[in-house]
């Protein structure tokens, strides 16, 4: 099995900052795309960024020159650096990695973290 453990969450005011971390353990043999994921109140779960196992990244418009998606494989971990934060970034932020879990196959399956809270709010 696969766990990914979050950290970093809370209560922020605008304009303010706050990085995420999420690390992964267990039977891993490789981890592919990974990537963060919120859902705000009474909406669907959308993509915020992710990063390739090479380190090339992908971020939705909303958050754009604001957010940092960055990656450690030797300590196969992830985080968030999320500068000039905005009340519409409240959410709860979930940690995802796509892993192969043994050399032999050929497939990434994906695991999800435990979600995490960051509520922007003056």
């Known amino acids: 099995q696969v766990q990914l453990v979050e950290s970093g969450g809370g209560l922020v005011q605008p304009g303010g900052s706050l990085r995420l971390s999420c690390a992964a353990s267990g039977s891993i043999w490789s981890i592919n795309d990974m990537g963060w994921y919120r859902q705000a109140p009474g909406k669907q779960r959308e993509l915020v960024a992710v990063i390739t196992s090479r380190g090339s990244t992908s971020y939705a418009d909303s958050v754009k020159g604001r957010f940092t998606i960055s990656r450690d494989n030797a300590k196969k971990t992830l985080s968030l650096q999320m500068n000039s934060l905005k009340p519409e970034d409240t959410a709860v932020y979930y940690c995802?990695?796509?892993?192969?879990?043994?050399?032999?196959?050929?497939?990434?399956?994906?695991?999800w973290g435990q979600g995490t809270q960051v509520t922007v709010s003056s």
């Open positions: 995802n990695a796509e892993v192969r879990v043994a050399s032999w196959r050929n497939m990434a399956e994906d695991y």
